[in-house]
């Protein structure tokens, strides 16, 4: 059967002048913006966890002569300490410098860090950074030397830097 109301008796739900689309649909321009965030937050998530993941396997940990030591736990002035008792036994008064920073590379140490870290690069310093964001850990070994090139002093300290 034909449906032989007049369109004025229609309810204003069931007819509107100018809607291109059915009654308690959302509009495709609508669908289409909502598709469209949706994107960019998903995108954006994934984004953040690529970066969390990449970052966390970046970091290469302390450097060996202090792992298994409280440096691992982040105790400023222990390990300040410990880094200290290791580098004087490791590098004893009359140790070549050559040989210290041979030694001190192998494991990771720089002359510089890179030029996004506030540290400044000095000749007779070596530092170390490992840590999560977005704090940095910083071993830090500094000496002075005889005029042969051999360790007169040597020491060692630890330092958290945060953003």
Aim: glycine fraction near 6%; aromatic fraction near 8%.
């Amino acid at each position: 059967m034909n449906d032989t109301r007049h369109p004025a008796a229609t309810s204003p739900a069931e007819f509107s002048v100018g809607r291109s689309s059915p009654p308690n649909q959302v509009h495709p321009v609508i669908r289409g913006l909502q598709w469209c965030l949706l994107s960019v937050v998903l995108l954006t998530i994934l984004a953040v966890a690529v970066f969390a993941i990449l970052f966390e396997l970046s970091d290469p940990g302390p450097p060996l002569m202090l792992r298994n030591t409280v440096c691992e736990s982040g105790s400023d002035d222990a390990c300040s300490k410990a880094i200290n008792a290791i580098v004087a036994r490791k590098f004893p008064a009359g140790t070549p410098v050559s040989q210290v920073t041979a030694d001190l590379a192998s494991e990771g140490f720089k002359a510089k860090l890179d030029d996004n870290v506030p540290v400044p690069a000095a000749p007779n310093t070596r530092y170390y950074l490992w840590g999560k964001f977005p704090c940095g850990q910083f071993a830090i070994i500094e000496w002075s030397a005889d005029a042969h090139g051999n360790i007169s002093h040597i020491s060692g300290s630890y330092e958290v830097r945060c953003v």
